[in-house]
T-cell receptor
Framework: ELKVEQNPLFLSMQEGKNYTIYCNYS?????LYWYRQDPGKSLESLFV?????AVKQEGRLMASLDTKARLSTLHITAAVHDLSATYFC????????????FGKGTKLSVKP | DAGVIQSPRHEVTEMGQEVTLRCKPI?????LFWYRQTMMRGLELLIY????????DSGMPEDRFSAKMPNASFSTLKIQPSEPRDSAVYFC???????????FGDGTRLSIL
């Protein structure tokens, strides 16, 4: 059974600081997604990582994928308050092609 | 461009009642997904359709849950009879093809009393 683990689950950081969120998954997958969810809102797609070594960047967020280590990272550079949200990674797996398994999410709070 | 549209946004009903959640995917998207989100269990895939055909319903918790997709622009998730433990936020999502990023609706916040 595919398992997706994120850490940390809670992250409080100050504006201007850098930090990394980690996403480990237990079985082979060639595709990993990052989503953002604001409180009480829907999920918004941030990145799709398709191959080993893939790196994608959007603003202060950068995601990377190491399929050999079964690890993806979401790096936050010079955090700002607007980045406060819950971030989920998700991996295709679980026996059928469209079965997306989500991590529990990392709740990020950026304080001034 | 309209996104995924779900209705109702909120539903409060008594235990034992039938609940029907509705979803209109983004036009042209071939895949549709139903998720449930709770604090305890996180985000769980319940069922997904490809080209209107149910592909994997292994996440449907029990026979009280059923889902249909009669055409490319409409899907329903039905709970009958409902129980308090079904209280959750139910999301519908669609994607252009399987494997492509999913676009989520705003969710239905369901409370069963």
């Amino acid at each position: 059974e595919l398992k997706v683990e994120q850490n940390p689950l809670f992250l409080s950081m100050q504006e201007g600081k850098n930090y990394t969120i980690y996403c480990n998954y237990s079985t082979t997958s060639d595709r990993l997604y990052w989503y953002r969810q604001d409180p009480g809102k829907s999920l918004e797609s941030l990145f799709v990582l398709l191959s080993n070594g893939a790196v994608k960047q959007e603003g202060r967020l950068m995601a990377s994928l190491d399929t050999k280590a079964r690890l993806s990272t979401l790096h936050i550079t010079a955090a700002v308050h607007d980045l406060s949200a819950t971030y989920f990674c998700a991996v295709v797996g679980g026996g059928s092609q469209g079965n997306l398994i989500f991590g529990k999410g990392t709740k990020l709070s950026v304080k001034p | 461009d309209a996104g995924v549209i779900q209705s109702p946004r909120h539903e409060v009903t008594e235990m034992g009642q039938e609940v029907t959640l509705r979803c209109k995917p983004i036009s042209g998207h071939n895949s549709l997904f139903w998720y449930r989100q709770t604090m305890m269990r996180g985000l769980e895939l319940l069922i997904y359709f490809n080209n209107n055909v149910p592909i994997d319903d292994s996440g449907m918790p029990e026979d009280r849950f059923s889902a249909k997709m009669p055409n490319a622009s409409f899907s329903t998730l039905k709970i009958q009879p409902s129980e308090p433990r079904d209280s959750a936020v139910y999301f519908c999502a669609s994607s252009l093809r399987l494997y492509q990023p999913q676009h989520f609706g705003d969710g239905t916040r369901l409370s069963i009393l």
